[in-house]
């Protein structure tokens, strides 16, 4: 069962603050009943947007992850954690990071261990990719800041890398971000991110 700390979130339209709980640590039950919600809704989504003309190509890319096979994969693994944002019930947004095997490319802090962040999503209803009108915003920000937070814990000065999916390479810069290009060595030669000690302090603040 994961631990829970008091987070907040905007509720669209409007913009009014929402409490909420950052989840850390998601077991199989929580994993399992996020997924059986998100699931559906992206399913009959996806349908909308395919009955709508919309191409594939606009789709999210991340719809095909299953959070419960990711769950799977790391169970008993303790460098592995599942993070989550809970509100109104349900959860907003999902991200698992490891705090092993993995350290800085960037000149400054190179081979300094950081947090990897492995996967990262809102719930569908919260992605304008997904639906016209959001529920909520701010999910994304919550859960890079516990990772963050995470690496200082974990006394690696804030230290955070990762790999980001297209769609999402604009966001990660605007969070200030380090972009180091395409990495032609893993991920479909996905984009790869980090975040220094200094932008994680401004990141945080």
Not at 22 to 47: H, I, N, R, T, Y
Not at 99 to 125: C, D, M, N
Not at 150 to 162: I, K, M, N, Q, Y
């Amino acid at each position: 069962m994961s631990s829970k700390q008091p987070v907040r979130l905007k509720e669209l339209p409007g913009g009014a603050i929402r409490d909420a709980v950052l989840l850390d640590g998601m077991g199989k039950e929580e994993v399992d009943a996020a997924q059986g919600s998100w699931g559906p809704f992206l399913e009959s989504e996806l349908a909308r947007l395919k009955n709508e003309g919309v191409p594939p190509a606009a789709w999210p890319q991340h719809r095909h992850w299953d959070w419960r096979e990711k769950q799977k994969t790391i169970d008993g693994l303790l460098a592995y954690r599942i993070f989550g944002v809970e509100c109104n019930s349900q959860v907003q947004g999902l991200m698992l990071v490891a705090t092993a095997g993995k350290v800085s490319r960037i000149e400054s802090q190179k081979g300094r261990p950081l947090v990897y962040v492995h996967f990262v999503a809102t719930a569908p209803w919260n992605s304008p990719i997904v639906v016209a009108q959001p529920r909520f915003c701010g999910v994304g920000t919550v859960l890079l800041a516990s990772a963050i937070q995470l690496s200082v814990d974990e006394e690696f000065s804030g230290r955070v890398g990762l790999h980001s999916l297209p769609q999402a390479d604009a966001w990660y810069r605007k969070c200030g971000m380090t972009d180091l290009g395409p990495d032609p060595n893993e991920k479909q030669n996905l984009t790869y991110f980090e975040m220094t000690p200094e932008q994680a302090k401004a990141f945080l603040n």
